[in-house]
T-cell receptor, first 113, second 117 residues
Framework: DQQVKQNSPSLSVQEGRISILNCDYT??????FLWYKKYPAEGPTFLIS?????DKNEDGRFTVFLNKSAKHLSLHIVPSQPGDSAVYFC????????????FGAGTILRVKS | NAGVMQNPRHLVRRRGQEARLRCSPM?????VYWYRQLPEEGLKFMVY????????ESGMPKERFSAEFPKEGPSILRIQQVVRGDSAAYFC???????????????FGPGTRLLVL
């Protein structure tokens, strides 16, 4: 039962352009959403998060948008840089679920210079 | 200011052997989480521990898997009688407090890649 889905296995973007990574979820009880970035042979690194009471959160080049009615969130990276090339995981948690994170399968982002 | 440490980074076992994975949380962190990542999949929660207590083991397979976080020393994830399907990357995360904002306070280690021959 995939409660968090990232339907695009990979994305290729030119340096300087916008990268948009998408994530869908099925469980309406999720109330907190996060994006993690992962390089090969390393653990996930937290990027940005958003509470379900908001629809947008911005941190530098990274912005996360949440559309609760569509159960959809997206991560925008502007401008994209070659160092952004990594696997991006969407994750969700719910107060009733404790601190457990439910992860999507990830999207490989390649930023071409 | 070391981050979350995991060892070994790579572990090769033959079917039927035991695998022990260690996790040292960040300094001052008393909450540890274990996640497993199978090939082509996202990380999946296994178990959540505090010092000397298992808080939530709902993601642990019912047999062969166990975890502990003793008062002194690292957290240990133990897999007995490993099978090929146990081959995966096992990640440990730690946090300072359960009540602090969720998610971003979980800091991940580099993982242990287990290969069962």
């Amino acid at each position: 039962d995939q409660q968090v889905k990232q339907n695009s296995p990979s994305l290729s973007v030119q340096e300087g352009r916008i990268s948009i990574l998408n994530c869908d979820y099925t469980n309406s009880m999720f109330d907190y959403f996060l994006w993690y970035k992962k390089y090969p042979a390393e653990g996930p690194t937290f990027l940005i998060s958003i509470s379900s009471i908001k629809d947008k959160n911005e941190d530098g080049r990274f912005t996360v948008f949440l559309n609760k009615s569509a159960k959809h969130l997206s991560l925008h990276i502007v401008p994209s840089q070659p160092g952004d090339s990594a696997v991006y995981f969407c994750a969700a948690s719910a107060m009733w679920y404790g601190n457990k994170l439910v992860f999507g399968a990830g999207t490989i982002l390649r930023v071409k210079s | 200011n070391a981050g979350v440490m995991q060892n070994p980074r790579h572990l090769v076992r033959r079917r039927g052997q035991e695998a022990r994975l260690r996790c040292s949380p960040m300094k001052g962190h008393s909450h540890v989480y274990w996640y497993r990542q199978l090939p082509e999949e996202g990380l999946k929660f296994m178990v959540y521990l505090q010092k000397e207590n298992i808080i939530d083991e709902s993601g642990m397979p019912k047999e062969r898997f166990s975890a502990e976080f003793p008062k002194e020393g690292p957290s240990i994830l133990r897999i007995q009688q490993v099978v090929r399907g146990d081959s995966a990357a096992y990640f440990c995360a730690s946090s300072l407090s359960r009540t602090s904002p969720r998610g971003e306070t979980q800091y991940f280690g580099p993982g242990t890649r287990l290969l069962v021959l």
